[in-house]
């Protein structure tokens, strides 16, 4: 107890010399001072000594009681206390706080009381009538309680984590909250138990188990518990609940697990593993479960055969910043069959993409080496005739040279794709582009570009790819590339009702010989379509292999009007081929012939109200619309709708799968239509027809998906039901209803 004593021991001292320090000496208070003084007393060590402040303190010398009155703070190994008046007695130890009452642990939770008893500790005690503000946001509030050591013990209590007054001030009543007969808050562990728990939402009363605990949160992170479960309804699964459980292994790693209990099919587990470290961040996940292994027939259906095994999923991602230039990133995903993830709805994707990348990023060069793995999940998709693209490199340094000016940018590429059985492809190539800006005296700005290429191609089995266009020849190429061009544009700026309008006529001239294309096979740029991204590309196709040969003239017009709350971009533009040598374009593509259709986009925006995008491409001949594309949204970020309509109208080869038409017909909408009460719908309708497509097996009109949910939620719970139809098969697999409870409670960890 030496500790004890030498601490309070020196307590009258510090009273005293508090008082003293905070009312201005006179000749009254000099007795009353050195009436304190008592006999020397051994040092207090430095963790024995509390922190003390106050307007005013009186000593009892008969009762042995010391009071402090007017704004008294104590503080002592991270422990806090706040109140009008505190009075000490020196016989029992006893310390009551008395009079807007704040004590505070070192983990930052706030006790609050009219009447608070504390021992010398100043952390056990008991309160009457006490609030507790936890740090994570949460509140208990009961009608006693006691602190012991760390855990604080109230009877008839309440907890809940929302806020009890409005915007204005005015007391309202809690979301939801818990009652219980006893609870138990363990700032350590960051739990509250309840014993003799109910759970109120929307003043209805739910009955807990006899025993409940759950996680507050905090400044730590996350603590370990169960989750608030998945509820669903399909019509694949029957009725699903997923109940996660939560382990916080560390700081900076965690584990969840979560088991599926269906009512049509087997149970099954996932489990997601994350772990933040010095390096970086990475994320591994998996769904395992047992039943009938699924097949596609030829039209796609999906049936059950006479086996049995293990059906799963699994993916992983992370990047590791190895130091400031060098960083690796990689991806992957594997399904164990082709019709797993949509039969549990992990994904609708109907590929799966796996990749490893290591970047070297600083200002003027890039490095990149990585691989490409994909899994197909279509029923047409055969896994063996998929690429895999490893390793494929490619390297990037810019230079500013002194004496020609201007931008000097070094590339180097290589890509080796493989296939268990198809065509395989090898390719390097080394580039060097030179661009410079100018602008005249007139206020033209002209940028000058020239460019130059040595490509090495290799090729195998060409005769395996089923497409004539994209095959090549078998055996080693070479092939040179060379382009000079000059692109020049003159903006006219000017009024125009109240605003301001620019209007930038645009013409660009490419000089590039004619180029060996045919012999070489086309892996990466089979999905040309003339845009107005790419009206003006230097090389119009998507990627490498093909390179637009022959001279070109390129011409457009960019208009802009701004004034307050209204602005209108739009361009729209045309290319003219010099050269008369037969082209590499499919028909429909736009640019087929020596006269490229006409392409262009308008973006109308009005204030924050209305966002209308337009992207549009005219035949040459008869001005038909061959690409429509509409995007509008109207409202705001709470109720707004959208709509968007696609159509291809290109008669574009058959054969060529990479450019299929299509029309679509996409619409959503959200409207707030109550304070927390919204209500959303989506839907997609495939509109193509034989007129599109020959080959489509729609018939003009077929839903793909529908979405519709009602919410609610404000400051601490989020509820919500939603139905949702899939109609269209991916995989082999037509998904059909969903119906989804979604629960989320507010304030419950982090």
């Not at 992957?332 to 990749?355: E, G, P, W």
Request: glycine share 10%; proline share 5%.
């Amino acid at each position: 107890m030496r500790s004890r004593f030498a601490w309070w021991t020196a307590l009258p001292l510090t009273f005293a010399s508090t008082a003293a320090f905070a009312q201005a000496p006179d000749t009254a208070s000099e007795p009353a001072a050195s009436a304190l003084q008592t006999p020397a007393t051994p040092a207090a060590d430095a963790e024995d000594i509390i922190e003390f402040s106050s307007d005013q303190v009186t000593y009892d010398n008969s009762q042995d009681i010391v009071t402090a009155t007017g704004s008294v703070r104590m503080q002592r190994d991270g422990n806090y206390v706040a109140a009008d008046q505190i009075v000490w007695n020196r016989k029992s130890g006893e310390v009551r706080a008395i009079g807007n009452v704040v004590a505070m642990n070192p983990q930052g939770d706030k006790f609050i009381g009219e009447n608070v008893v504390l021992t010398d500790t100043l952390k056990d005690g008991t309160v009457d009538n006490l609030l507790i503000v936890l740090e994570s946001g949460g509140r208990l509030a009961a009608t006693k309680g006691r602190r012991s050591g760390d855990l604080t013990i109230l009877d008839n209590a309440i907890y809940s984590p929302c806020p009890v007054t409005t915007e204005s001030g005015c007391p309202r009543n809690p979301s939801w909250a818990i009652t219980a007969t006893r609870v138990t808050y363990d700032p350590t562990s960051q739990r509250v138990h309840f014993k003799g728990g109910r759970m109120q939402i929307f003043g209805m009363q739910l009955p807990l188990l006899p025993i409940f605990s759950l996680a507050t949160g905090g400044a730590g992170g996350g603590v370990s518990g169960f989750l608030v479960p998945d509820i669903s309804i399909s019509h694949g699964r029957g009725f699903e609940v997923a109940l996660p459980y939560y382990k916080r292994l560390g700081p900076n790693r965690d584990l969840t697990l979560t088991p599926h209990v269906y009512t049509k099919k087997l149970p099954a587990i996932e489990a997601r593993y994350r772990e933040l470290n010095s390096l970086g961040a990475f994320q591994i996940g998996g769904f395992l479960t047992y039943g009938r292994i699924e097949e596609l027939t030829a039209l796609g259906e999906p049936q059950e055969t006479g086996e049995k095994g293990i059906r799963g999923y699994f993916d992983a991602n992370g990047k590791f910043q190895l130091n400031p230039l060098w960083s690796i990133t990689g991806s992957t995903r594997i399904a164990t069959d082709k019709t797993v993830t949509r039969r549990y709805d992990i994904t609708q994707d109907d590929r799966l993409r796996s990749f490893i990348n290591a970047e070297r990023i600083d200002p003027n060069s890039y490095i990149s080496i990585a691989g490409w793995a994909f899994q197909g999940l279509r029923v047409d998709d055969v896994q063996k005739r998929i690429p895999i693209a490893l390793p494929a490199m490619d390297a990037r340094f810019r230079i500013d040279p002194p004496a020609l000016g201007g931008v000097i940018e070094l590339q180097a590429n290589s890509l080796a794709i493989t296939r268990i059985e198809g065509q395989d492809t090898q390719r390097a190539f080394a580039s060097a582009r030179w661009d410079i800006r100018k602008l005249t005296n007139w206020g033209q700005e002209v940028v000058f570009t020239a460019y130059a290429r040595g490509d090495v191609y290799h090729t195998s089995n060409a005769a395996s790819t089923l497409v004539p266009l994209y095959r090549g020849v078998d055996g080693w190429h070479t092939r040179g590339i060379g382009a000079l061009a000059i692109d020049v544009k003159w903006p006219f700026v000017g009024p125009l009702f109240g605003g301001s309008q620019r209007l930038t006529p645009r013409v660009q001239l490419v000089f590039t010989p004619a180029t060996p294309n045919l012999d070489i096979p086309n892996e990466d740029a089979r999905a040309v379509d003339l845009e107005d991204s790419n009206l003006f590309a230097l090389n119009r196709f998507p990627g490498y292999d093909r390179w637009e040969d022959g001279s070109r003239i390129t011409y457009g017009l960019d208009w802009s009007y701004d004034r307050p709350n209204l602005s209108i971009v739009s361009t729209i533009g045309q290319s003219y081929r010099i050269s008369k040598r037969e082209n590499i374009f499919p028909d429909g593509t736009g640019l087929s012939d020596r006269v490229s259709d006409i392409v262009g986009r308008t973006r109308i925006r009005f204030g924050r109200f209305i966002d209308l995008t337009h992207r549009y491409r005219l035949d040459k001949e008869n001005f038909a619309v061959r690409r429509n594309e509409l995007d509008l949204t109207v409202g705001g970020e709470e109720t707004y709708a959208q709509i968007g309509y696609l159509r291809l109208n290109r008669d574009i080869d058959e054969a060529i799968e990479d450019l299929r038409d299509k029309e679509e017909l996409r619409a959503a909408a959200r409207i707030k239509f109550a304070k927390y009460w919204s209500i959303f719908g989506a839907t997609v309708l495939d509109l193509t027809g034989k007129a599109e497509d020959p080959l489509s097996v729609s018939d003009g009109y077929e839903p793909v998906r529908h979405r519709l949910s009602i919410d609610y939620e404000d400051d601490c719970i989020a509820l919500g039901v939603s139905w949702r139809r899939d109609y269209e098969r991916v995989g082999g697999f037509n998904e059909g209803s969903t119906f989804s409870f979604r629960v989320s409670f507010k304030g419950l960890g982090r």
